[in-house]
């Protein structure tokens, strides 16, 4: 399992998981919690807001 940390901007990000699309991950969007990382329920990365240090 790979394991991203993201620097984002937005409160959104799109998640596509793999580049094969055979695994089914479609993209999903999720909203970013300023205080909990988010984790996208289909591949499990965890995203975080990084914008406030
Ligand atoms: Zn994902």
Redesign the pocket.
């Given at each position: 399992m790979k394991c991203h940390l993201s620097k984002l901007k937005e409160e959104f990000v799109a998640?596509?998981?793999d580049t094969n699309p055979a695994l089914g991950?479609p993209i999903?969007f999720i909203c970013l919690d300023l205080k909990d990382p988010a984790i996208?329920k289909?591949?499990g990365?965890r995203y975080v807001q990084n914008h406030h240090h």
């Open positions: 998640c596509e998981g991950h999903e996208c289909y591949c990365l």
